[in-house]
């Protein structure tokens, strides 16, 4: 994909028209006496033409003023990231769409007169669209640069080996508005790391569940299950393994060893007979973060993993 092209051309210039020499010239006339009504008139015009940049400069700072081109560095994926950062913050959304997007985000989005890049930039964060006035400015940082996790929220097979950088939007504390963060995907396009993919949630949003009210209940047993192996206590995650699920207790000892931590993904799924149960966790190790699962049962003290893979898809 392209980026569409400018509609404006190079100014055409008439040529010159030359002619035979005209009569003699006239002697030149007396200067008439100038009205004071064109003062007026141009006077009038100038102030508000002053005032209307003035005061347009007051609603959107920088707005219909000439910004200076500022060139950016697009060697790395740690380059960019900042470049887009500096971009956002100074409003420079030409920068940030034709020079640090792919070729894909620069094109319109369906059924609309603003770019995909654009598109995305004003659903997640709408105080910042420069077609609107708004008093609430956000702030954008890089917080870090490093390979894409499967819990990252645009996260899919064909993006899994990409770099992503991790923005935090942060807005007045007065605004009433929620940090948030950022996921960028960068990808390496004619030479130059580019945004392919993004996307922006309140930091406080996630799939996590909270801690579930019911301690008994399937969802609050694995949370306490991983709270255990967090806090390293091999005894009490073993009140929520089945009585035969040695492979389990295998894995728990290795994992709290290893120092790996566990969260759940979302609330376990149960089956309508209510005997069996499903659960969904994010297993981290050294900072690599891997999809894991089992599936529970009940005994007779209550809900128990019999099964445990942190491999699971």
């Known amino acids: 994909m392209t980026q569409p092209p400018n509609p404006y051309g190079p100014p055409q210039w008439g040529q010159p028209q030359w002619g035979p020499p005209g009569p003699p010239a006239m002697p030149p006339m007396p200067p008439k006496k100038k009205s004071p009504v064109v003062f007026i008139v141009i006077g009038l015009v100038v102030l508000l033409a002053a005032a209307g940049i003035l005061g347009t400069g007051l609603l959107w ?27 956002l913050n100074r409003h420079d959304i030409d920068q940030f769409v034709n020079v640090l997007t792919c070729k894909d985000g620069r094109t319109n989005a369906e059924g609309k007169d603003v770019s995909k890049a654009e598109e995305i930039l004003y659903r997640d964060i709408e105080p910042f669209n420069p077609k609107k006035k708004s008093d609430v400015q956000p702030s954008f940082k890089v917080d870090e ?59 406080t949003d996630s799939q996590e569940p909270p801690p579930d ?15 255990a192996v967090n806090d390293k206590d091999i005894a009490a995650a073993r009140k929520y393994m089945c ?49 894991a699962g089992g599936f529970l049962k009940k005994e007779s003290d209550g809900w128990c993993l019999f099964t445990f893979n942190a491999d699971a898809k």
């Open 61 to 87: 700072p920088g707005w219909m003023k000439s910004r200076p081109a500022v060139t950016a560095d697009q060697s790395s994926p740690e380059s960019t990231a900042r470049a887009v950062a500096d971009a």
């Open 243 to 291: 009585a035969t699920a040695r492979a389990v207790n295998t894995w728990t000892e290795k994992a709290i060893a290893a120092g790996g931590k566990l969260r759940l993904h979302d609330k376990v799924t149960t089956t309508k007979a209510d005997d069996g149960g499903q659960v969904r966790m994010w297993y981290t190790l050294d900072g690599a973060e891997t999809k």
């Open 145 to 203: 640069v490093r390979k894409i996790k499967p819990s990252d929220p645009i996260y899919n097979d064909g993006n899994k080996d990409a770099t992503v950088a991790i923005m935090s939007v942060e807005y007045p504390k007065d605004s009433g508005l929620s940090k948030q963060r950022g996921v960028l995907a960068l990808f390496d396009e004619d030479n130059k790391y580019v945004v392919c993919e993004m996307g922006f949630i309140p930091v």
């Open 213 to 227: 009210p019911d301690p008994n209940s399937a969802t609050g047993r694995m949370q306490a299950f991983a709270k």
